[in-house]
Structures are given as C-alpha cells and as structure tokens.
C-alpha cells in the first residue's frame, strides 16, 4: 500500500491511500464540532464539549432540582448523562493543567447545584 500527496493540484494536496483519495478541505465535522486549519483543535473542542455539558444540564435541571429525588439520584443523573456528554471522545484528549482545570471548576459547578455548597476543603458531606 502506498501513500503519497498529489501535488499537480495545487494548494489542495490530497493524499491516496491504496486506492482511497483523501481530500483536503477547508473545515470539516467531528465530534460535533466543526474543524478549521486555524482552529487549536483541543481548546475549542473542550469548549464545545462543557457547552453540550451546560445545555444537557439544564434539560435535566428540573430532576436535579426536584425535592422528591434524593441527592444518590441526582448524583448518578450527574454521572451517567451530564459527564458522559462532556467526555465524549476524552480518550484521544491531551489536556493542560489550565484545562483540567476547566473540567474540575465544570464538575464542581454542577455538583454545587446538586449538593449545595462545601461544608469542607474536600467533600460536600
């Protein structure tokens, strides 16, 4: 199998693979987000991931904040629906201290609405 860019066409650079033409493009889809050249793919895709974790926290404010759900419910709703869509694809993340940082303010922020604020440096208990 070979691979190698067509060069002939100018700018656009495609590259084959066996008999697989892969084209370049200005912007593409992945993971929900859209792609530029210009774009830091791991900034932009943690931004877009905590935003789809904000909007899939307040479709479900309602349980989070209903009386009749104990605190155990509302953490495994936390775990199981709003984290799960912020760490979508997080196995090909690589991330800075400032953006763990990011997710632990995210996480702390949620939970604070579930559990009410810390009652110590640690936990919430």
């Known amino acids: 199998m070979g691979m190698y860019r067509n060069w002939s066409e100018g700018q656009r650079h495609n590259i084959k693979t066996g008999n697989k033409v892969f084209e370049r493009v200005e912007q593409f889809v992945y993971l929900e987000m859209t792609l530029t050249h210009q774009n830091p793919m791991h900034r932009v895709f943690l931004m877009s991931r905590m935003k789809s974790g904000n909007v899939c926290c307040h479709s479900v404010q309602n349980l989070l904040s209903s009386s009749l759900l104990s605190k155990s419910i509302n953490i495994k709703i936390y775990r199981n629906i709003i984290w799960s869509v912020v760490l979508y694809g ?22 604070r609405e579930i559990l009410g604020p810390k009652k110590d440096e640690i936990t919430w208990e």
């Open 90 to 111: 997080y196995k090909t993340w690589s991330l800075t201290l400032s953006e763990e940082h990011k997710l632990t303010v995210f996480e702390n922020r949620v939970l």
